[in-house]
Every structure is written in structure tokens, then in C-alpha cells.
């Protein structure tokens, strides 16, 4: 018994640097095969391509423009056959959905306790905000950028908007820097590329919310000025290839789908 009490340490030791040195092999080693399949026009995208920017990931970028309907290629329904992004492709292992790769990174990477606490009751606010997100932020702010929606909808739309706003200062921001505490976390990337797409399209929901406009300061000067202009130059220039016309035409198998998208907005 007591020689297997003193072994523990040496185990757990043994342990601790085989663990380090397998991620630090990953790091190093792009080829090993992490791939993110995305598009920059979209929010959950940018979420995943700022994470694993910012935490320094190694990964192939994979782009499929939507707007080219390369998300309906031959190629794209070998990797997701629901035609959507993002995607993560880890060697043989396929991953859909932000919300689960950006986990799945986190988890894998051992990034900073902050972006997916240890800590379970922490852990538990981010899953709470992300089951809220879905059905009050992403399904409501998600206004396609390439097909003209009804006026009546917009407007619609923004009343919606606003009453999700308030619910997420009183309930989930309140009076804190980020929404589950004193740092960011992988929460609070979900949350601002949501934010984003209207500010890009010219309704700034920023505007007469300083609670808000605080946190994306926050959040600004977290990801830093470089990252941020690398993730949302394209999104930022969107308006302006509108008014050019300069944006590819949707082939008509990708504006079924535009559509489908367009009829849930409330």
C-alpha cells in the first residue's frame, strides 16, 4: 500500500506532462487535420473562426460562400448533407452546430478556463444563455443579408429585436462586464456576431443602450483590433456591394433555403 502511495504523484505527474505535451503536438502540427468549413457573412462563423483565432488554433479554413450556393455543392453534402455551416472536420470526426464545435474546441484545445468554465454552476449559465439564444436572439436577429424582406416584416422584426434586448440586459448582462462574469466566454462570442449582423446592415442596436454598448466595448478591446477587422471586414463591407451590385446572385437551389430562412423571421 505504501509503495502504491508513493507512486501516485509520479502517475499523476506522468499524466499532467503526457497531456501537455499531446496538445502542444496539435498546436504544432496543422496537418493533423482540424478543417473549419465557413463563410464570413455568417454570425455563427465568425464566432467559430474568432475562437479559434484568438486561442490559437491550428486549422485549415475551409471556405463555402453561401452566396455562390457552394453550401449545395456536390463536395459540401459529402461533408453536411443539412447544407449548413459552420462545419468542423477533426480527421475522420464531422461536427455541425457553433455551439457544440466551439464546446468541442474548448474542451479539446484546453483553452482558458474563462470561454467554458470548469466551475459547473458557471458552465450551466452558458448552456442556460445558449438554449435562450437560439430561440430569442438567433431566431430573431437572423435577417438575410441577399433577398428582400417585406417592410412589414422589418418592422416587425425590430419590435422583436428590442424586447430581446431588454430581456437580455435584465436577465443575462445586468451589471457585469460579459454575460457570465468578469471575463468573456464563448457565450458572449455567440451573442455579438448576432449583434453585428444588424449593425452591418445599418440598424445599429447599439444606439440608446449603453448597458450594451459597454459590453461590446468590452468585447472589442478582448478580441483586439486586429482580429476584429480580420473577422468582420467582410460583413462590414456588405452594404457597399449591395449598393454596387456586386454581390454574386444566389443560384435558385440556395434561394429555396433563403426563403425557408426568411419565413421564420417573425
Not at 464545435?101 to 442556460?128: F, G, M, N
Request: aromatic fraction near 10%; include cysteine; glycine fraction near 6%.
Amino acid at each position: 500500500m505504501s509503495g502504491a502511495t508513493r507512486s501516485l504523484p509520479v502517475l499523476l505527474l506522468q499524466n499532467t506532462v503526457s497531456a501537455f505535451l499531446a496538445v502542444i503536438a496539435v498546436r504544432a502540427n496543422p496537418a493533423m487535420g482540424l478543417e473549419l468549413y465557413l463563410d464570413l457573412l455568417s454570425q455563427p462563423c465568425r464566432a467559430v473562426f474568432i475562437f479559434a483565432k484568438k486561442n490559437g488554433i491550428p486549422f485549415q479554413l475551409r471556405t463555402v460562400q453561401f452566396l455562390k450556393g457552394q453550401n449545395c455543392s456536390k463536395e459540401f453534402l459529402q461533408i453536411n448533407s443539412l447544407q449548413k455551416l459552420p462545419v468542423l472536420k477533426d480527421g475522420d470526426f464531422i461536427l455541425t452546430e457553433s455551439s457544440a464545435i466551439l464546446i468541442y474546441l474548448s474542451c479539446k484545445y484546453q483553452v482558458a478556463d474563462h470561454w467554458y468554465p470548469s466551475d459547473l454552476q458557471t458552465r450551466s449559465w452558458i448552456h442556460e444563455y445558449l438554449g435562450w439564444h437560439a430561440d430569442n436572439i438567433r431566431n430573431i436577429f437572423g435577417v438575410t443579408l441577399w433577398i428582400r424582406v417585406p417592410e412589414e416584416k422589418v418592422k416587425r422584426n425590430r419590435t422583436y429585436m428590442d424586447h430581446a434586448l431588454q430581456q437580455l440586459e435584465s436577465k443575462f448582462l445586468g451589471d457585469k462586464p460579459f454575460l457570465v462574469g468578469q471575463q468573456v466566454s464563448l457565450a458572449d462570442l455567440m451573442l455579438l456576431e448576432e449583434l453585428i449582423q444588424p449593425v452591418a446592415l445599418g440598424y445599429d442596436v447599439f444606439v440608446g443602450r449603453p448597458q450594451l454598448a459597454a459590453w461590446r466595448g468590452c468585447m472589442e478591446a478582448s478580441l483586439g483590433t486586429e482580429l476584429w477587422q480580420e473577422a468582420h471586414g467582410p460583413i462590414f463591407n456588405i452594404l457597399e456591394q449591395m449598393t454596387k451590385k456586386t454581390l454574386p446572385v444566389p443560384p435558385p437551389e440556395s434561394q429555396t433555403n433563403m426563403l425557408f430562412h426568411i419565413s421564420k423571421i417573425p
